[in-house]
């Protein structure tokens, strides 16, 4: 099954059992900035400077991408300076929203209702299909512990998770001293076309800049 690289993010985050989502406030940037990337690897999307564009309307043929791009589309069309950062605090919200529908249509997860003291409605998204998610942690750990050479996409979501400083949820068995490095390393390197690479680094400079303002606001 092919998921997108913000759904990849998405799996990663859910816990499995209690399919409550961790680092709850970078994963939702990751989520948005992982869309976002999703929709310039196809060509649909341009990123530079700091901006985005829509280069190309033609439907993708993923429900969850088309919507985003359709919003998207309208957003820059009323928005002269479109900024990246503007648009992913716009869309967080809502794509995270959708990314975990769109997880539990394909089967991936669960939803589950709870109300908190009895009172307050929670919900929560166990894991239901682990096999999409066993592949991907299979193939990070290989490109990032063992060494392994990453494809363009792996290198794309590596970049992500780096970026908003998700080693954690990535890697919840390995100290993080073990694998920065070599994310970093991966996130920088020669990989993709220069057009990926530069939004990757203005995404990155966002999620970097909002997850160290969210560690200052708990500590």
């Known amino acids: 099954m092919s998921v997108s690289l913000g759904e990849e993010v998405m799996l ?34 341009r990123v530079a400077s700091g901006k985005v564009s829509v280069t190309d309307t033609t439907p993708t043929g993923d429900a969850l991408l088309d919507e985003r791009l359709d919003r998207l589309g309208e957003w820059v069309r009323r928005h002269r300076s479109a900024k990246v950062t503007d648009w992913l605090a716009k869309d967080q919200p809502t794509v ?9 249509e394909r089967g991936l997860v669960v939803e589950e209702k709870h109300r908190t003291l009895g009172l307050f409605p929670v919900r929560r998204y166990p894991e ?10 299979d193939r990070l750990h ?7 050479r990453p494809d363009n996409r792996t290198s794309a979501l590596i970049a992500l998770l780096h970026g908003a400083r998700l080693y954690g949820i990535a890697f919840p068995d ?46």
């Open 12 to 45: 990663l985050s859910l816990d499995d059992e209690s399919g409550v989502a961790k680092d709850r406030a970078s994963a939702g940037w990751a989520v948005a900035g992982g869309t976002l990337l999703e929709l310039v690897v196809r060509d649909r999307v």
């Open 96 to 104: 995270v929203r959708a990314t975990v529908r769109r997880l539990c």
């Open 128 to 137: 239901a299909d682990c096999t999409v998610e066993r592949e991907l942690r």
């Open 142 to 148: 290989r490109v990032v512990v063992q060494g392994a």
């Open 174 to 219: 390995v100290p993080r001293k073990e694998i920065e490095p070599r994310m970093a390393v991966i996130a920088e390197g020669e990989w993709a076309a220069d057009s990926v690479r530069r939004a990757i680094r203005d995404m990155q400079a966002t999620m970097a800049a909002v997850t160290a303002a969210t560690i200052l606001a708990v500590t």
